[in-house]
């Protein structure tokens, strides 16, 4: 029996044509995206952001924190500049109020979680800290 990753399949089943949910969100505000970049799994979060009928980049949950945040906080720097340069993307500097990021913007998570590389993506998009 041939195993495959879990993060192959849901990359297999957001790029899969007939896949009409990259826009659901659950009752905690969670998109697919969120969910993706929170568990580090940067090829599933580059499938849905790569998808014509995505228009989640912005989305946030019920605590404020954005996919961006999440990216910065698993140190995905590369699913933070593709979130950062995506033509619909405006919350660069959000603060998410959650237990998990305490009033910080996806910058301030970065920097507090020593991840270097998404900092500096963040910081070359949005500025310094403020």
């Not at 969910?35 to 989640?56: E, N, P, T």
Request: charged share 25%; aromatic share 8%; proline share 3%.
């Amino acid at each position: 029996m041939r195993v495959t990753e879990p993060a192959a399949v849901l990359r297999a089943i957001a790029k899969h044509r007939d896949f009409n949910e990259a826009n659901a969100v659950d009752t905690f505000g969670y998109t697919l995206l969120i969910l993706a970049a929170s568990k580090g799994m940067s090829q599933v979060c580059h499938a849905i952001l790569d998808r014509d009928d995505f228009v989640g980049v912005n989305a946030q949950d019920k605590w404020g924190a954005t996919a961006l945040h999440w990216a910065a906080d698993q140190d995905l720097a590369n699913v933070c500049e593709k979130i950062l340069s995506h033509p619909e993307f405006v919350e660069g500097n959000r603060r998410a109020w959650s237990f998990a990021f305490e009033d910080k913007t996806a910058l301030d998570v970065a920097l507090h979680r020593n991840c270097k590389a998404a900092a500096e993506v963040i910081r070359r998009h949005v500025g310094p800290p403020k």
